[in-house]
Nanobody, 125 residues
Framework: VQLQASGGGLVQAGGSLRLSCAAS????????MGWFRQAPGKEREFVVV????????YYADSVKGRFTISRDNAKNSVSLQMNSLKPEDTAVYYC???????????????????WGQGTQVTVSS
């Protein structure tokens, strides 16, 4: 499956952005979808994951209550609504996919087989 992330940009602290991840090549509904981010000089970190049907989600504590993931399997897309953005949210955001179930390793980036190219999110103070 090929993933294409979009929607990044520059926003002031407290603002909002909506990221999208379009999947092609295989049926997205068979894949767990996640978002990770990587700030300069830091390791890639887990942000959120959603199961194949959208009924189960897990968020990193740092984004809980501010970010919301959703998916539309009919459109083969996943979205990440980001509200109340903070400067520490600045990073390149990547969408990722893996077939099957969420499982206990959902925070582990090595668990995900497919990755998008990343989209830059910059939050100014």
């Amino acid at each position: 499956v090929q993933l294409q992330a979009s929607g990044g940009g520059l926003v002031q602290a407290g603002g909002s952005l909506r990221l999208s991840c379009a999947a092609s090549g295989r049926t997205q509904s068979n894949y767990v979808m996640g978002w990770f981010r990587q700030a300069p000089g830091k390791e890639r970190e887990f942000v959120v994951v959603i199961n194949t049907q959208g009924g189960s989600t897990y968020y990193a504590d740092s984004v809980k209550g501010r970010f919301t993931i959703s998916r539309d399997n009919a459109k083969n897309s996943v979205s990440l609504q980001m509200n109340s953005l903070k400067p520490e949210d600045t990073a390149v955001y990547y969408c990722a996919a893996d077939p099957g179930f969420i499982g206990p390793r959902y925070r582990d980036s090595t668990r995900y087989r497919y990755w998008g190219q990343g989209t830059q999110v910059t939050v100014s103070s």
